[in-house]
């Protein structure tokens, strides 16, 4: 009877050994997925801290010139924001009117200075020159062909902007960065300002800077994988 005891004894003392290590791992498993979950919150929060300070660094520089340029700052998506359409181009031309060529030689090498800088370029992902138009082509016979023959023109536009920026003197002594990080992209009449939910043509028709950082992409990942394992 004795011996029963004991066997019983000593396999109790096993399941309860078993027990509290189980314990330990889940509490270790519990403090790494706590730890893990800290770091990302730590680096969307630093990411979000050097994207608000790219911000506030472009607004002290240009805070005075937007509004002559008939220009906004954006602050969610870092997108300086050309409005006056008719100071841009002419009406279906790709040519740069010599306005926006004079605003363009005094925002652009301050533009790469401020964001180039060490303490932000290697957060700068991509520089995009974006190109709206409004969603209407006179003698077009279908929306198709509305859509197409705008999508030509943005696209021209913003090369002819390009073209301009690598070609500015006083550019060249940052042009390999700004080659490595600048892109054109021909929008057409696909994001139409809307105001009182009727398109305003002129204001649709505009020319963006916008800086998408690597702080972009990763906060999404990691908000991703928040909300990943908020599911699960």
């Not at 608000?52 to 002559?68: G, T, V």
């Not at 100071?87 to 005094?106: A, C, H, R, W, Y």
Request: aromatic share 10%.
């Amino acid at each position: 009877m004795r011996n029963r005891d004991d066997h019983w004894m000593s396999i109790s003392d096993v399941m309860s050994g078993l027990m509290i290590v189980s314990m330990f791992i889940a509490i270790a498993f519990m403090m790494q997925v706590q730890n893990e979950q800290r770091q990302k919150n730590e680096m969307i929060y630093n990411y979000a801290v050097i994207k608000h300070k790219i911000y506030l660094s472009l607004l002290e520089e240009f805070k005075d010139d937007l509004p002559k340029w008939d220009a906004e700052l954006d602050e969610k998506t870092l997108t300086v924001r050309f409005k006056e359409s008719d100071v841009l181009f002419g009406v279906g031309s790709d040519f740069l009117t010599p306005k926006f060529q004079e605003i363009l030689n005094d925002f652009l090498p301050r533009y790469i200075f401020v964001i180039s800088q060490a303490e932000y370029k290697d957060y700068v992902e991509e520089i995009r020159i974006e190109g709206h138009t409004d969603p209407f082509w006179a003698g077009a016979a279908t929306r198709q062909q509305e859509y197409l023959n705008n999508m030509e023109l943005s696209q021209s536009r913003t090369r002819a902007v390009l073209v301009y920026a690598i070609n500015m003197p006083a550019l060249q002594e940052n042009l390999e960065w700004i080659i490595c990080k600048i892109t054109v992209n021909g929008l057409s009449s696909s994001q139409p300002v809307i105001f009182d939910g009727k398109i305003d043509a002129k204001l649709s028709r505009r020319v963006d800077f916008r800086i998408r950082t690597k702080a972009d992409e990763k906060m999404n990942e990691l908000a991703k994988g928040i909300t990943h394992n908020g599911e699960n």
